[in-house]
C-alpha cells in the first residue's frame, strides 16, 4: 500500500522519551485518507500524539467494504525504502506484484511480507475475479540502521503459529507471542499477531514489559483491558505489563501490535524511511527519473506508475517522537 497523500507532512518519530513506561489507555484518532479512486482507509499511525509502536511506523485500517460491483484497491506501482510491509486480510483479497519479479494473491490468513531494505517497487490490487468484501490492514515496520540497507526481499507464510485458550486464538505474524514464534523475517524485536475472541472468551494473554503495545480492533466489540473498542479502534497500551486481559460478550478480533520502543530517530515521508532529508530527496528522485536500476520494475500492473509528491519546502530533520 501506498500513501497517496498529495501532500504528505514528514514523520519525524524515534527515541524513547514519550514511550509510556507504564500501562496506560490512549485512544489514537484516525484519519480518513483515500487510496486510489475506490478504496478509503483509516490511518490510525502515525497520529498526532503517537508516531511508532515499537518499530511499527505506520497502520491503515480498511473496510470491509462492498466492492463486489467496484474495482475494489487499485494502488499502482510505488516505491519503498527502510520499512517492511505487512498485509493482513480479513475478507477478499489482494494481487501483490514487485520488482522481483514477485506475483502473489494474498488471502486471509496469509501474511504478505515486503522487506524493502535499500529499494523496492510494487504494486497491489484487487484481482478482476473478486470476493464481494474487502478487508484488512497494512501496517510497516521501520527497519533499524544496521538492517536497512539490506537486499530487498518478498515472503509469503500461509503457515503461521497459533496461541490459543479461554476463548482467545493468536495467529502470531511477527515475533514471538507466548513461546510461538512466527516464521517471518524481522529486524528488531516485535510482535504482531490476530487475536479471535469468541462470544464469552475471558484470557489474560501473557505480553513483556519491555514492550509497548497498542490494539488495533478488526471486528467485533473486543474488551482490551476492560475497554470496549469499536472496529477501526487503534488503542495504545504503554509498556510494563506482563499480561494483558482480554473479553467479550459477541465473536470480535483485534490485531495486537508490540515491540521493544524504537531507539533510532528516523524521518518517514511518503513511502520512505530514512534519516536525513538528503536521503529522502535521493530516493525521491531515484523514483522521478527511474535513474539506474535502484527501485526495478513492477511488471504486468495495468497502468501508470505513482509520480511522487512534491518535498516539502522546508528541510526534513530527523527527530524524537515528538507530538
Ligand atoms: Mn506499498
Redesign the pocket.
Known amino acids: 500500500?501506498?500513501n497517496l497523500d498529495l501532500h504528505p507532512a514528514p514523520t519525524r518519530c524515534g527515541g524513547r522519551q514519550d514511550v509510556t513506561a507504564q500501562p496506560v489507555q490512549e485512544l489514537l484518532p484516525a484519519k480518513d485518507v483515500r487510496l486510489g479512486e475506490s478504496t478509503m482507509v483509516r490511518r490510525l499511525l502515525p497520529s498526532m500524539g503517537r508516531r511508532m509502536i515499537g518499530a511499527w511506523a505506520f497502520v491503515d485500517h480498511y473496510g470491509p467494504d462492498d466492492i463486489a460491483d467496484e474495482p475494489g484497491m487499485q494502488?499502482p506501482p510505488?516505491p519503498?525504502m527502510g520499512l517492511q510491509?505487512v498485509s493482513w486480510l480479513h475478507a477478499g483479497e489482494v494481487l501483490h506484484r514487485d520488482s522481483l519479479g514477485s506475483e502473489q494473491l494474498l488471502r486471509p490468513g496469509e501474511l504478505g511480507l515486503m522487506t524493502s531494505g535499500r529499494a523496492i517497487s510494487?504494486s497491489?490490487e484487487s484481482p478482476r475475479e473478486h470476493a464481494p468484501s474487502l478487508h484488512g490492514a497494512?501496517l510497516w515496520v521501520a527497519l533499524p540502521d544496521e538492517h536497512r540497507h539490506t537486499a530487498p526481499a518478498w515472503e509469503h507464510h500461509r503457515e503461521l503459529p497459533t496461541v490459543t485458550g479461554g476463548g482467545l486464538r493468536a495467529t502470531v505474524l511477527m515475533g514471538d507471542l507466548d513461546g510461538s514464534l512466527s516464521p517471518a523475517t524481522t529486524f528488531t524485536p516485535i510482535v504482531g499477531a490476530d487475536v479471535s475472541l469468541t462470544a464469552g472468551a475471558s484470557a489474560r494473554l501473557p505480553v513483556r514489559p519491555d514492550f509497548e503495545y497498542a490494539a488495533l480492533t478488526m471486528s467485533g466489540e473486543p474488551e482490551v483491558d476492560g475497554t470496549r473498542l469499536a472496529p477501526g479502534a487503534l488503542l495504545y497500551l504503554g509498556c510494563g505489563r506482563s499480561e494483558l486481559p482480554l473479553r467479550a460478550d459477541v465473536d470480535s478480533a483485534f490485531m495486537l501490535l508490540g515491540g521493544e520502543p524504537f531507539e533510532e530517530r528516523i524521518v518517514m515521508w511518503w513511502?520512505f524511511v530514512g534519516r536525513s532529508h538528503e536521503e529522502i530527496a535521493e530516493a525521491r528522485t531515484d523514483w522521478m527519473t527511474g535513474s539506474g536500476s535502484r527501485f526495478g520494475e513492477v511488471r504486468g500492473y495495468a497502468g501508470d506508475r505513482l509520480p511522487a509528491p512534491t518535498l516539502p519546502p522546508v528541510a526534513l530533520r530527523a527527530r524524537g517522537r515528538v507530538r
Open positions: 500500500m501506498s494502488v510505488h519503498h510491509t510494487h497491489e497494512q513511502n
